[in-house]
Each structure stands twice: as C-alpha cells, then as structure tokens.
C-alpha cells in the first residue's frame, strides 16, 4: 500500500510545484484559484494509502513481536 502511494504523491507534488511556477501560482488552493476536485480526491486516496500502509506494519511488527515472545517463553 506505500507503494501504491508513492506514485500518486509524486503526481502531485509535482502538479502543485507546476502551478506555483505559474503567475498565479502563489494564490492556488485560495477562493481565486481553488485546487481541482480530482486533487483533493487524490490527495485522499493517497494519504489514506499511506496511512493504512503505515498500519498494517504496525499491526505486523506486533504480532510478529507477540509471536517471539511466546516461542521464547517456551524455551
């Protein structure tokens, strides 16, 4: 899911570095120049990618910390 993420990050950090060369760069996400709708949903998609990428390895590394635990409890 990190992975998938990467990408789609990119896009947009280079969209936004894109239209801040523009003359009215410095105004976007403001009421005169607000960011397009696909870039909020994409900003979604990306952070909850992120987020749920973050989790799972979270989730991972405890169980895998609770699965050593009880094998060396059994020694």
């Given at each position: 899911m990190l992975a998938s993420a990467v990408p789609i990050w990119i896009g947009l950090l280079w969209f936004v570095h894109?239209?801040?060369?523009s003359p009215f760069?410095?105004?976007?996400?403001?009421?005169?120049?607000?960011?397009?709708?696909?870039?909020?949903?994409a900003?979604?998609?990306?952070?909850l990618l992120t987020l749920?990428?973050?989790r799972w390895i979270l989730i991972d590394f405890v169980g895998r910390r609770k699965r050593t635990r009880i094998s060396d409890d059994s020694h």
């Open positions: 894109e239209v801040r060369k760069g410095y105004e976007f996400g403001s009421i005169a120049f607000p960011r397009p709708q696909w870039f909020r949903v900003t979604i998609v990306a952070l749920f990428g973050l």
